[in-house]
């Protein structure tokens, strides 16, 4: 017998199995690879480029971005527009760093967007607001919230939206200070390892160094971390007053329905947390007091009436994404009537003049010249008792704003001598 | 103290190298009758979350978990008759390719019929809470998934290794020229595993969507570390895929102990070790078609 016949060999194709590794790797690993838009709008239209991730970790907050910026360009365009132009907002799935910025790249330069908007992850984000000020181009970034992006990184075309880091901690800090729960205690800290985890990590070191509060464990979690048991059991074994969470996205979800199946007896706060990530935890899952930037039931007239709106339009309640996205653009559309340009130029004048826009809060809001972030109201909210809940969205009880009535909104921002930015 | 600490991590790691297990050897089983490595698995993980999310609001968690696997396993009847079928004999790259597009029509369908937002599920309340077993805490429900992972395998090795369905499978995956000209249709038995191996994937999502977050992308998630799984083990080896499985859960557990950062990386440097000195992972056969 000259040649030996086995398995299916002389039926298959020969294909090493380095070669059936390597292309199945490669299929896993690019399969966050999207498509860009090929569809041009006609000419006379206000083109605004919008990224912001639809898929990965912070997928799950980028629909609701985009659906939030969609209806307010529908809003605006039903009403005739801006300056008789209509609005043509592209989305985009940013889907990392890397990505974000070729595609921010291609938005400015062959596609010619008027300026940019969008984005959830921080480290996106300055990808593309160093794209931005190459194409002296505007970019508004609307969910991140690193301080590093208003601080340090801070670039005169970029405007942040969303609350900062600080502002955050602070608006749970002093939830905490009232209820005993820093002075003297030891907290564990789980930390997302990027840019916005490391840079709230920071914000919370100083609140705890400045109010006498130690820690007893201190870890960095990568963002595609889904089994959260092993640090469960570092948590356990430091004995901590209190565990701190400085986690984003999918990872906060995960972590609270796995801390609530290990029952683990100390109390949490977290820093960071979206509406979505609350809503996906399920019943029973989650505890404590967290931070929001805002919250369905904000019982002002204009928060009221876009609530009604987006259940009209999507049949689902709008989470904290769709609303900032939302009242972005709106704040953008205005600017530009006011200026009556769709020049980044003339815009990032006009923001930094100290104009005043209607955000549906208590107080309207404002870009701080020096740093180009939305001065605003932020809020606690702390999670209702079991039982009390009328429904699966009705999880939290949302807080008074602070700072108060009777203290300037900047007060719980960082101020210039904290804040490094020069632009 | 130190030790103890380290101690409670190997054998969490293990727990959750049993679960890494339920939805690798699936990969693997596929992998091992058909020569498909089928990268639409974590599709149907994924899918056996929602199905068992799903319908738990009608019957309840235990049923539901139990009732998925089945649903979503005759699916898996039609994805091996009108799909897998084809591509036995074909090019593997051609299996990579089309199982790979599959992964992401799955992923849409779920986005299609459920929507991008993740979908909230809990377990019931009984179930929830630890067990303290001298200075070791374990998670109740988790000890429970290990229960199940462990009659899921020592059923699938029985069956493989104790049954004349087994007798012929193994045969079919040695030879299958062989077994065709004693008479022997391999296509049903090639059916029944696949069925088996989806419903593994399946019942992988439905124990694990009370503990993690239920969204579309969650097979994305999983797919990546069945197949660092199954390839440290051997492609194809039953005992490789278990071995892989236990080590994969241990390496993570300790380098989060050490240094939490590196937690997820560990895998793949393991992998990288692994085939380093073993090119065909731990236990992994010579098979043919692959030299």
Same mark, same amino acid.
């Given at each position: 017998?000259?040649?030996?016949?086995?398995?299916?060999?002389?039926?298959?194709?020969?294909?090493?199995?380095?070669?059936?590794?390597?292309?199945?790797?490669?299929? /896993?690993?690019?399969?966050?690879?999207?498509?860009?838009?090929?569809?041009?709008?006609?000419?006379?239209?206000?083109?605004?480029?919008?990224?912001?991730?639809?898929?990965?970790?912070?997928?799950?907050?980028?629909?609701?971005?985009?659906?939030?910026?969609?209806?307010?360009?529908?809003?605006?365009?039903?009403?005739?527009?801006?300056?008789?132009?209509?609005? =043509?907002?592209?989305?985009? =799935?940013?889907?990392? *760093?890397?990505?974000?910025?070729?595609?921010?790249?291609?938005?400015?330069?062959?596609?010619?967007?008027?300026?940019?908007?969008?984005?959830?992850?921080?480290?996106?984000?300055?990808?593309?607001?160093?794209?931005?000020?190459?194409?002296?181009?505007?970019?508004?970034?609307?969910?991140?919230?690193?301080?590093?992006?208003?601080?340090?990184?801070?670039?005169?075309?970029?405007?942040?939206?969303?609350?900062?880091?600080?502002?955050?901690?602070?608006?749970?800090?002093?939830?905490?200070?009232? =209820?005993?729960? @820093?002075?003297?205690?030891?907290?564990?800290?789980?930390?997302?390892?990027?840019?916005?985890?490391?840079?709230?990590?920071?914000?919370?070191?100083?609140?705890?160094?400045?109010?006498?509060?130690?820690?007893? !464990?201190? =870890?960095?979690?990568?963002?595609?971390?889904?089994?959260?048991?092993?640090?469960?059991?570092?948590?356990?074994? %430091?004995?901590?007053?209190?565990?701190?969470?400085? $986690?984003?996205?999918?990872? /906060?979800?995960?972590?609270?329905?796995?801390?609530?199946?290990?029952?683990?007896?100390?109390?949490?706060?977290?820093?960071?947390?979206?509406?979505?990530?609350?809503?996906?935890? !399920?019943?029973?899952?989650?505890?404590?007091?967290?931070?929001?930037?805002?919250?369905?039931?904000?019982?002002?007239?204009?928060?009221?009436?876009?609530?009604?709106?987006?259940?009209?339009?999507?049949?689902?309640?709008?989470?904290?994404?769709?609303?900032?996205?939302?009242?972005?653009?709106?704040?953008?559309?205005?600017?530009?009537?006011?200026?009556?340009?769709?020049?980044?130029?003339?815009?990032?004048?006009?923001?930094?003049?100290?104009?005043?826009?209607?955000?549906?809060?208590?107080?309207?809001?404002?870009?701080?010249? #020096?740093?180009?972030?939305?001065?605003?109201?932020?809020?606690?909210?702390?999670?209702?008792?079991?039982?009390?809940?009328?429904?699966?969205?009705?999880?939290?009880?949302?807080?008074?704003?602070?700072?108060?009535?009777?203290?300037?909104?900047?007060?719980?921002?960082?101020?210039?001598?904290?804040?490094?930015?020069?632009? | 103290?130190?030790?103890?600490?380290?101690?409670?991590?190997?054998?969490?790691?293990?727990?959750?190298?049993?679960?890494?297990?339920?939805?690798?050897?699936?990969?693997?089983?596929?992998?091992? &009758?058909?020569?498909?490595?089928?990268?639409?698995?974590?599709?149907?993980?994924?899918?056996?979350?929602?199905?068992?999310?799903?319908?738990?609001?009608? /019957?309840?968690?235990?049923?539901?978990?139990?009732?998925?696997?089945? $649903?979503?396993?005759?699916?898996?009847?039609?994805?091996?008759?009108?799909?897998?079928?084809?591509?036995?004999?074909?090019? *593997?790259?051609?299996?990579?390719?089309?199982?790979?597009?599959?992964?992401?029509?799955?992923?849409?369908?779920?986005?299609?019929?459920?929507?991008?937002? *993740?979908?909230?599920?809990?377990?019931?309340?009984?179930?929830?809470?630890?067990?303290? &077993?001298?200075?070791?805490?374990?998670?109740?429900?988790?000890?429970?998934?290990?229960?199940?992972?462990?009659?899921?395998? /020592?059923?699938? #090795?029985?069956?493989?290794?104790?049954?004349?369905?087994?007798?012929?499978?193994?045969?079919?995956?040695?030879?299958?020229?062989?077994?065709?000209?004693?008479?022997?249709?391999?296509? *049903?038995?090639?059916?029944?595993?696949?069925?088996?191996?989806?419903?593994?994937?399946?019942?992988?999502?439905?124990?694990?969507?009370?503990?993690?977050?239920?969204?579309?992308?969650?097979?994305?998630?999983?797919?990546?570390?069945?197949?660092? @799984?199954? &390839?440290? !083990?051997?492609? !194809?080896?039953?005992?490789?895929?278990?071995?892989?499985?236990?080590?994969?859960?241990? @390496?993570?557990?300790?380098?989060?102990?050490?240094?939490?950062?590196?937690?997820?990386? %560990?895998?793949?440097?393991?992998?990288?070790?692994?085939?380093?000195?073993?090119?065909?992972?731990?236990?992994?056969?010579?098979?043919?078609?692959?030299?």
């Amino acid at each position: 017998m000259e040649e030996r016949v086995t398995t299916r060999a002389h039926i298959q194709a020969p294909v090493s199995r380095r070669t059936a590794l390597k292309v199945g790797g490669g299929l /896993v690993a690019s399969a966050a690879i999207g498509s860009p838009s090929i569809v041009r709008a006609a000419s006379d239209d206000i083109m605004i480029g919008h990224l912001t991730p639809m898929t990965g970790f912070l997928g799950a907050l980028g629909e609701w971005a985009v659906l939030g910026i969609q209806m307010a360009a529908e809003e605006i365009n039903a009403a005739g527009g801006v300056m008789g132009r209509k609005l =043509d907002v592209k989305s985009e =799935d940013s889907i990392n *760093p890397n990505t974000a910025a070729t595609k921010a790249q291609r938005m400015l330069e062959r596609d010619e967007k008027a300026f940019l908007m969008g984005e959830i992850s921080s480290a996106s984000a300055l990808a593309i607001s160093q794209v931005a000020a190459r194409n002296k181009k505007m970019f508004m970034a609307l969910g991140p919230r690193s301080d590093t992006l208003r601080g340090k990184n801070c670039n005169r075309y970029m405007f942040c939206t969303d609350i900062p880091n600080t502002v955050m901690v602070n608006a749970v800090g002093n939830a905490l200070l009232r =209820d005993g729960m @820093v002075k003297g205690k030891k907290f564990h800290t789980l930390t997302a390892d990027y840019v916005f985890g490391h840079d709230l990590l920071r914000a919370a070191k100083s609140f705890f160094a400045a109010n006498d509060a130690t820690l007893s !464990g201190d =870890d960095l979690v990568a963002t595609d971390v889904t089994d959260f048991s092993p640090y469960l059991l570092k948590i356990r074994q %430091s004995q901590p007053d209190v565990v701190c969470l400085n $986690l984003a996205g999918n990872q /906060v979800t995960n972590f609270v329905k796995q801390y609530a199946e290990y029952g683990l007896p100390f109390p949490t706060v977290g820093f960071n947390l979206n509406t979505a990530d609350a809503w996906a935890a !399920g019943p029973g899952n989650l505890s404590g007091t967290w931070p929001t930037v805002w919250y369905h039931t904000l019982q002002t007239p204009a928060s009221m009436a876009f609530v009604e709106a987006f259940q009209k339009r999507y049949g689902k309640l709008p989470e904290n994404h769709a609303w900032i996205e939302y009242v972005a653009l709106k704040l953008v559309a205005q600017a530009m009537e006011e200026t009556k340009s769709t020049d980044s130029e003339k815009l990032i004048q006009h923001f930094e003049k100290g104009a005043k826009f209607d955000i549906m809060k208590g107080r309207e809001a404002y870009f701080r010249s #020096w740093d180009h972030q939305l001065v605003q109201e932020a809020y606690p909210f702390s999670v209702k008792d079991a039982g009390s809940a009328k429904d699966q969205w009705d999880l939290m009880t949302l807080g008074t704003a602070v700072p108060g009535a009777n203290q300037p909104l900047e007060a719980i921002y960082p101020t210039s001598e904290q804040n490094p930015c020069t632009l | 103290m130190q030790l103890v600490f380290l101690l409670e991590q190997l054998v969490n790691g293990l727990v959750l190298g049993g679960y890494y297990l339920l939805i690798a050897l699936g990969l693997s089983l596929i992998f091992s &009758v058909g020569g498909v490595v089928n990268l639409a698995h974590g599709a149907f993980y994924a899918l056996g979350a929602y199905v068992s999310v799903e319908i738990a609001k009608y /019957v309840g968690f235990a049923p539901a978990v139990a009732i998925s696997p089945v $649903l979503v396993g005759l699916l898996g009847i039609l994805f091996e008759r009108f799909i897998l079928k084809r591509f036995y004999t074909a090019d *593997p790259i051609l299996g990579l390719l089309v199982t790979f597009g599959l992964a992401m029509v799955g992923e849409e369908t779920i986005r299609i019929i459920w929507g991008a937002a *993740p979908q909230p599920a809990s377990m019931p309340a009984l179930l929830k809470g630890p067990v303290i &077993v001298g200075d070791f805490l374990f998670s109740k429900y988790r000890l429970l998934l290990l229960a199940v992972v462990a009659v899921v395998l /020592v059923g699938i #090795w029985y069956l493989l290794q104790k049954t004349s369905f087994g007798r012929v499978v193994r045969a079919g995956i040695q030879d299958p020229d062989m077994v065709a000209a004693l008479g022997i249709r391999l296509q *049903p038995y090639m059916t029944t595993i696949v069925v088996l191996g989806v419903g593994m994937a399946a019942l992988g999502g439905a124990l694990f969507a009370p503990i993690a977050v239920v969204h579309p992308a969650m097979g994305a998630e999983i797919i990546t570390v069945a197949f660092v @799984v199954v &390839v440290i !083990g051997g492609l !194809g080896s039953f005992w490789g895929v278990v071995a892989a499985a236990l080590l994969v859960g241990v @390496v993570r557990g300790i380098t989060i102990h050490f240094v939490p950062a590196a937690g997820e990386a %560990s895998m793949y440097v393991l992998m990288f070790l692994i085939l380093m000195f073993r090119p065909r992972g731990l236990l992994g056969e010579r098979m043919e078609k692959f030299e």
